[in-house]
């Protein structure tokens, strides 16, 4: 396996990385990754999830806040959201729990920092872990505290379309000294290359499944700069969608964000709600007579979609889940599992996807006014000549 050296931890740029991060986020420990998807998955393991296991994630996520469970043969089980926040519902989780519950991935979807008192008091009654996945909030906050920092374990993510980002990459956070040495095992093919006592041949010590999910040196510096800057993207995401708040709320059938108490939101899109009644027509005619309204220029954007209805579909109606077919002809882990995944299963959550739920991303940092006033205007025309669409 090669001489084991400190080069393991990360190079010069990866250290100074991980003890930047930890500082600006007040944490003991940050680890870095190749992509939050890895953060995610070494934080499952890291907890000790094992096969026939039940994990319980929110139905309204992003695809690997689910498969980080089934990479461990654990089995996702979905619980609804807040209709307010869309964050996990606590008392959907609650109706989850079995024996068999191990942990709860809580998202902080959208930017909203998830219910940190309801969801860790639930938690820690049942001596489960608490998963964060704050890979849409690096710079929330609840009363004072950073998203990310609020569970056991929380994951930021450095991807191309984040708040700040290095082409690709992730970062773990924990106070926990036993899970940070856990997760640096998973990240290094799980070769104990950290101190260990007594052990002059540290290449030896292997004890546990791991993985490559060593973050580069080049990415490592182009985050390093990132951070720096996180402060004053945040402030004009708050500012654009403050003006969006502002100006969409006074169309009667738009329905403008909510953010929960004592929290400050990072806004990796801005949520809106639509009702249909006061509109008159569903929310997808009313979109897509937006879009018609917009520039072209706003419109055409590579691999971003600046409106939409809905966000992802309910993860639990992906043929990943509906057909149960994860690793191999016989269905593992789900064989090991009676658990189903019927439609209706989380009714907020389809709700929302199929008929309330409006994202936008135009008040991302990089939108001029000019290109935010085109924006209000295309839903003012769209509301004033609602009956030319009915």
Not at 18 to 29: A, D, I, L, P, S
Request: charged share 20%; proline share 5%.
């Amino acid at each position: 396996m090669g001489t084991w050296h400190d080069d393991f931890y990360g190079g010069p740029e990866v250290r100074a990385l991980e003890r930047e991060w930890g500082e600006y986020f007040g944490v003991k420990h940050a680890i870095s990754v190749n992509s939050a998807t890895s953060g995610l998955y070494a934080a499952v393991g890291a907890c000790g999830i094992s096969p026939g296991d039940e994990v319980i994630v929110s139905a309204y996520t992003m695809s690997a806040s689910a498969t980080a469970a089934l990479v461990y043969g654990a089995i996702p089980v979905f619980a609804d959201i807040e209709e307010e926040y869309y964050c996990l519902d606590v008392n959907s989780i609650e109706s989850k729990i079995t024996p068999c519950t191990k942990a709860i991935i809580v998202v902080d979807i959208f930017g909203q920092p998830y219910d940190r008192d309801a969801i860790n008091a639930l938690a820690k009654k049942h001596n489960l872990f608490v998963i964060e996945d704050a890979a849409q909030a690096p710079g929330a906050m609840l009363d004072g505290k950073f998203a990310g920092t609020l569970g056991d374990i929380g994951i930021y993510s450095l991807n191309y379309h984040k708040h700040i980002h290095s082409g690709e990459g992730g970062i773990i956070v924990t106070d926990n000294d036993a899970l940070a040495h856990k997760l640096r095992l998973i990240r290094n093919h799980a070769e104990a290359v950290l101190s260990a006592k007594g052990i002059e041949d540290k290449s030896e010590l292997i004890n546990m499944v791991g993985f490559n999910y060593r973050m580069t040196e080049i990415e490592a510096a182009i985050a390093r700069e990132q951070l720096k800057k996180l402060p004053d993207l945040l402030t004009q995401r708050l500012a654009n969608t403050h003006y969006f708040n502002e100006k969409l709320a006074q169309i009667p059938c738009i329905i403008p964000t909510k953010i929960r108490p004592y929290s400050k939101h990072a806004f990796y899109v801005h949520p809106l709600q639509f009702d249909e009644k006061t509109a008159g027509m569903h929310r997808n005619r009313f979109i897509d007579a937006v879009k018609a309204e917009l520039p072209p220029t706003l419109l055409r954007e590579e691999s971003a979609v600046l409106l939409s209805y809905g966000y992802v579909k309910p993860l639990y109606l992906q043929p990943l889940y509906q057909e149960r077919i994860a690793f191999g002809r016989d269905g593992y882990p789900f064989s090991l599992s009676d658990v189903t995944y019927p439609k209706g299963l989380c009714p907020v959550t389809e709700n929302m996807h199929y008929n309330r739920l409006i994202t936008h991303e135009f008040m991302r940092p990089g939108m001029t006014q000019n290109d935010m006033n085109d924006v209000v205007h295309a839903f003012e025309k769209v509301w004033k000549n609602r009956e030319e669409l009915l």
